[in-house]
């Protein structure tokens, strides 16, 4: 099959569905980490800001402090059933993982929260993910329609969002209704 190398194709499933698995242990641990050294970042900047009372003073502020403090303590209690979920969602497992690194969870609880959401990552992708590339080369249908529909939907939103502009300067201002 083009563009599918052959020990993919004819090799045994749990090479990929390893490979996925590191891939994603990988990227999690990355941004974990990545979120944690934001943390230090703006905790050394709300350190020697203090005496100030600059924008970028108020938003270290903000992101360090009492508001964290319960945030960690919440991540703690909470974050080993939100981790493993977040992985089957679109979008929300790097803001979930980055919340984790950045409210600073215990290093040791995240792994262990976040191998389960690896193997569920994994598994989806290799189980849809690789079903649906096999249907969509072995029926040129499916995969004409799959690219109809999404160009039915990116043409729509494209349409919703020229139109929003006009709505709004048709709609009369708080001011003229008052």
Not at 43 to 72: H, L, N
Not at 98 to 121: F, S, V
Not at 132 to 146: D, E, R, V
Request: net charge positive.
């Amino acid at each position: 099959m083009p563009g599918i190398p052959d020990f993919v194709e004819d090799g045994p499933w749990w090479w990929l569905f390893a490979a996925l698995v590191c891939i994603v242990f990988f990227r999690t641990q990355a941004t974990y980490w990545i979120a944690r050294w934001a943390r230090a970042g703006a905790d050394a900047v709300a350190d020697r800001a203090d005496a100030q009372d600059s924008r970028r003073a108020r938003i270290a502020r903000r992101f360090s402090g009492p508001t964290m403090t319960k945030a960690q303590a919440f991540t703690e209690r909470w974050g080993w059933i939100a981790i493993p979920l977040s992985f089957l969602t679109l979008g929300i497992q790097s803001l979930v993982n980055g919340g984790a690194g950045y409210a600073r969870m215990h290093w040791g609880r995240y792994t262990l929260a976040m191998l389960p959401g690896c193997l569920l990552w994994a598994a989806a992708y290799e189980v849809v993910g690789y079903s649906a590339f096999k249907a969509f080369t072995m029926s040129p249908w499916a995969l004409g329609g799959s690219v109809l529909l999404i160009a039915a939907v990116a043409v729509l939103l494209l349409a919703r969002r020229r139109r929003a502009p006009q709505d709004a300067a048709l709609a009369p201002s708080p001011v003229e209704g008052a």
